[in-house]
């Protein structure tokens, strides 16, 4: 294969940015599964904050009013399924593809008149001192904000789980929530922040297409990457760092597939556009292959809890 | 009995009123279209969607309009069609290329319905196909590549790997060859005819690879934002006009135009004189537009390309006239022939000096 014209540097610096949507949707679906809820309506939640940065980045000429709408765009919607789920106690995965419908559509609505805008440009936070260091700065540090918080969000969410009270307990209502209950924790309510930790997520990462990668509106925007993320926090057997390591491998291959495609690589296109579903796949299975399995699934996801 | 008869009585003068003024009695015409993105996608969909309505206000109430979009090319579609038919459309436009099948298929359960099918090549007696010489304005895209750029590599972004695409490619690459020697040209598939976020990544990849001028075969304007972040990159807008991004990076376009076509196809409708047809018009007959090219053209590439397409319009030039070789160094046109309709409306391989292979 001749990698010999593509440049890693640039390669690397555009993987970032086409994983970072990816990202940030997978790891707000991490800590709702972690508590015990499958929220399958992270497309619909993805494709509303989308459309809800969108509306305030051109009404208020903020970039980052954009994203604090959106993600307060992707955390109402998400109430929704949480109102569902926990107060009328339906089925979570109808309830979840419900989600993923009335998202997809109400966007569709809102976004009618936004069409063919260009949003305010998000600008680029180059780090002083680390941008400058050969090949690794402009890789690393040469980007915007959203992509450093979405890197600081998978340690701060590894660590929260890992090493903090809150996060003990979330992991508790989502392993036994009758447990959790009894030993007097508030299972809907540490669920209802979870679900909406996930819907703030997600339309954080909805916005990040429709504001920095493509930046514009159009119908059916987020084209599916939402169900990417969903299945990225499957394989990644819930755990941050693996997400990271899915997420970037998903949007690495998109990108290097397209680069190669444009090189001229002599490889079928056929092989290279599944390459990254195939390459996504077979690299997460093999590392929760090797201790655990499957297991690693919280006990208690997709489960409808109720107290009586 | 009594009331069987009046029943009789008021239906058979009905029926005498209705064959007296048919104009009073005659329902409108019921239009169905179906869009393979959304009616507002910039590109594609939304000149067809555009065009509709320029049919409707042309008749008024004649004619009642039903459109669906976003409608994936698939058994879904014959679904779609089936109930557009089902609920008294007289005629269905099905616009894009995928949904030739479904249309035959759904065709012969409603040998009432008239079918028109964009861009495809398998007609029935009550299934017309329409399609644009698409190829005529990428030969001036190709042209006005071949001049613009500098790092003498052009970019294609493929949708699907079709005879309609097939010719683009090819049309757009002879003859920016024949203005600059050195060009190469790569082709991007994507397998989708609308994903802004997919259709961003490859124009994004190509930028990074050197390329100046991406030229497009997909619907949304996600190609020109990148290539307007980028720079120094040139683009043409795609079945739409997208003047918004010119004069740079877009410093031309293809454009559709439907309108007249639907308007005539419509018209023998309600005349009665609909039959199933085959046209495959170009620019001469007005089907093929170019957009105004931009300030960021200089001025005599910019009348080279003005005559090319007066060229191609009179008929005077086919931008398919040999010596053209195939891609494997076989002959396909001698000096001075020209290719025909069967050829290149199967066309299946590129010519020579493309790299690269077709997915199958």
């Known amino acids: 294969m001749d990698f010999g014209s593509i440049n890693p540097v640039v390669l690397l610096a555009s993987l970032m940015v086409a994983s970072t949507p990816i990202l940030l949707a997978a790891l707000g679906e991490m800590v709702t599964e972690k508590s015990g809820v499958l929220n399958l309506g992270v497309e ?20 980052t009013m954009g994203f604090v709408a959106a993600a307060a765009g992707g955390a109402a ?91 003990l307990i979330l992991r508790a209502v989502g392993e036994n929530h009758t447990a959790a209950h009894a030993l007097g924790y508030k299972v809907k309510a540490v669920r209802f922040a979870a679900i909406g930790f996930g819907g703030a997520m997600a339309g ?103 107290t009586s | ?37 959304p009616k507002n996608d910039g590109g594609w969909s939304q000149h067809h969607h555009e065009a509709a309505m320029v049919m409707a206000e042309h008749f008024g109430d004649a004619v009642e309009i039903v459109e669906q979009e976003s409608v994936p090319e698939g058994p879904d579609a014959e679904r779609v069609m089936t109930q557009m038919a089902l609920s008294g459309a007289d005629i269905i436009f099905t616009t894009s290329f995928g949904y030739m099948d479904q249309t035959i298929n759904v065709a012969a359960k409603f040998p009432d319905v008239k079918f028109e099918h964009a861009t495809g090549y398998k007609t029935a007696p009550n299934v017309g196909v329409y399609s644009a010489r698409f190829y005529e304005g990428r030969a001036v895209e190709g042209y006005l590549a071949g001049h613009m750029t500098k790092s003498n590599k052009i970019g294609y972004i493929g949708s699907f790997p079709i005879p309609e695409v097939i010719r683009g490619i090819n049309s757009s690459f002879l003859h920016a060859k024949k203005e600059n020697p050195d060009v190469e040209m790569s082709v991007v598939w ?32 996600a190609p020109q934002i990148t290539a307007q972040k980028a720079g120094n990159v040139y683009t043409f807008g795609q079945a739409a006009d997208m003047a918004e991004f010119g004069p740079m990076p ?78 494997d160094g076989s002959v396909w046109l001698a000096e001075g022939e020209v290719a025909d309709d069967g050829t290149l409306a199967g066309m299946n391989f590129y010519i020579e000096g493309l790299t690269g292979e077709i997915p199958q």
């Open chain 1, 204 to 306: 954080l990462g909805g916005a990040y297409i429709s504001l920095v990668r493509v930046p514009q509106w159009t119908d059916g925007i987020t084209a599916g990457i939402g169900w990417i993320a969903l299945a990225i926090v499957v394989f990644a057997s819930w755990r941050a760092g693996r997400v990271l390591i899915g997420a970037y491998l998903f949007g690495g291959i998109t990108v290097l597939q397209l680069n190669l495609q444009a090189a001229g690589a002599k490889v079928p296109v056929e092989l290279l556009s599944m390459s990254p579903f195939l390459a996504t796949i077979l690299v997460l299975v093999v590392i929760s292959a090797r201790r655990h399995g499957a297991t690693s699934a919280p006990a208690m996801l997709g489960r409808i809890f109720h």
């Open chain 1, 77 to 167: 919607l998400s109430m929704l399924f949480g109102l569902l789920t926990q107060i009328f106690l339906t089925t979570q995965v109808p309830a979840g593809l419900a989600l993923t419908l009335l998202g997809t559509g109400l966007a569709s609505l809102l976004g009618q008149n936004y069409q063919g805008m260009s949003p305010p440009r998000m600008p680029d936070m180059n780090i002083p001192v680390l941008e400058n260091i050969p090949v690794i700065g402009p890789v690393i540090f040469q980007h915007d904000a959203i992509v450093y918080l979405s890197l600081i969000m998978v340690v701060v969410i590894w660590a929260f789980l890992k090493f903090t009270r809150a996060g």
């Open chain 2, 250 to 327: 877009r410093i031309s376009s293809i454009i559709d135009e439907w309108a007249p076509y639907y308007i005539e196809r419509v018209q023998a409708v309600i005349d009665g004189t609909w039959e199933s047809d085959n046209t495959w018009d170009g620019i001469g007959a007005g089907m093929v537009g170019i957009g105004e090219i931009s300030s960021a053209v200089p001025a005599d590439v910019k009348a080279g390309a003005e005559a090319l397409t007066a060229s191609i319009s009179s008929g005077e030039y086919h931008p398919f006239t040999g010596p053209i070789n195939k891609q």
């Open chain 2, 190 to 221: 994507l397998n989708t005819w609308f994903d802004p976020a997919k259709e961003a990544d490859a124009a994004q990849a190509m930028i990074d690879q050197g390329i100046d001028v991406v030229l497009q075969h997909t619907d949304s304007t």
């Open chain 1, 44 to 63: 619909g939640m993805m494709i509303f904050g989308a459309v809800c940065g969108f509306i305030a980045a051109i009404e208020t000429q903020s970039p």
């Open chain 2, 1 to 37: 009995m009594k009331r069987r008869t009046l029943l009789t009585a008021a239906a058979a003068s009905a029926l005498a009123l209705g064959a007296a003024f048919p104009s009073f009695a005659a329902d409108p015409v019921k239009v169905g279209f179906i869009y393979v993105g």
